[in-house]
C-alpha cells in the first residue's frame, strides 16, 4: 500500500555508465517530479511532469532525461554517469487539481558514481 | 526565479523547550509555504503548511506563522522531544512555476 515506490533503493555504478530510477505512485495524482538531494542536504527539484508539460530545471544536464509510459511512472534515466551525479534521488507526485501542490515522497534512490 | 532562505542551519535545544526556524522568499506572488521533515535516512514528510490567505496556523505542538508583507515564515515547535530530531525543510510555491523552491535545511537536535 505504499504510495510513492522507487526501485532500487541503493545503485552503485562506474563513471561512464548509463542507469535507470524507477518510480511509481498509486495515489491517482497527475503530477510527478524528481528532486536531487546533495551531501550537504539541499533539495533541488529537476523535473516537474504531467501528461501535457514537462518543466526542466535548466540547471539539469541533458544527461539526464525523464520518461513516462502512463500516468503513474516517471522513470529517470541517466547517461554517460559522473562523479557529481552521487546523491539521493527522490520521486514524487500532487494531484494537478491541488492550487497548492501538496507533495507526497518517495523513499529516495542513493546513487554512489565510482 | 523564487529564492528561499532558510536559517539557522543547526539548532540544538534541550527536551521540554521550544524551537523556531526561520525563512524569507523573494516572490510576492507566492501562495503556499509547506514545512518537511526529514529523519535520517527517510524521506523528506509534510508536517505542516500555511497559505497566504491565512497569518498563522497551528497543530499541536508545532505552528506555522506567515508575514506576506515582509515575506517570512517561521516553524514553531514546542515541548520538543528526542523524536522532533531531523532535518526540517521549509518551501515556497511561486505562483507562476507552481513548482516548490525548498530551504536549505536546519537540522534541529533536542537533547535529553
Known amino acids: 500500500d ?3 515506490s522507487q526501485t532500487p533503493k541503493y ?26 538531494q546533495d551531501s550537504k542536504k539541499f533539495l533541488k527539484i529537476m523535473f516537474s511532469y504531467n501528461n501535457k508539460e514537462l518543466i526542466i530545471n535548466e540547471t539539469v544536464p541533458n544527461r539526464f532525461s525523464p520518461k513516462s509510459p502512463d500516468k503513474a511512472h516517471l522513470n529517470l534515466h541517466i547517461n554517460s554517469l559522473e562523479l557529481g551525479d552521487s546523491a539521493v534521488y527522490f520521486c514524487a507526485s500532487s494531484p494537478i487539481h491541488s492550487v497548492y501542490n501538496e507533495q507526497f515522497f518517495g523513499p529516495g534512490t542513493r546513487l554512489t558514481v565510482l | 526565479g523564487e529564492n528561499v532562505e532558510q536559517h539557522p542551519s543547526t539548532l540544538s535545544v534541550q527536551e521540554g523547550d521550544s524551537a523556531v526556524i526561520k525563512c524569507t522568499y523573494s516572490d510576492s506572488a507566492s501562495n503556499y509555504f509547506p514545512w518537511y521533515k526529514q529523519e535520517l535516512g527517510k524521506r523528506p514528510q509534510l508536517i505542516i503548511d500555511i497559505r497566504s490567505n491565512v497569518g498563522e496556523k497551528k497543530d499541536q505542538r508545532i505552528a506555522v506563522t506567515l508575514n506576506k ?15 522532533d530530531s531531523a532535518v526540517y525543510f521549509c518551501a515556497v510555491l511561486s505562483g507562476s512555476a507552481r513548482q516548490l523552491t525548498f530551504g536549505s535545511g536546519t537540522q534541529l537536535t533536542v537533547l535529553p
Open chain 1, 2 to 4: 505504499t504510495a510513492v
Open chain 2, 69 to 83: 508583507t515582509a515575506k517570512h515564515f517561521s516553524l514553531h515547535i514546542t515541548e520538543t522531544q528526542p523524536e
Open chain 1, 11 to 36: 545503485l552503485v555504478t562506474q563513471m561512464g555508465n548509463d542507469k535507470s530510477i524507477k518510480c511509481e505512485q498509486n495515489l491517482g495524482h497527475d503530477t510527478m517530479y524528481w528532486y536531487k
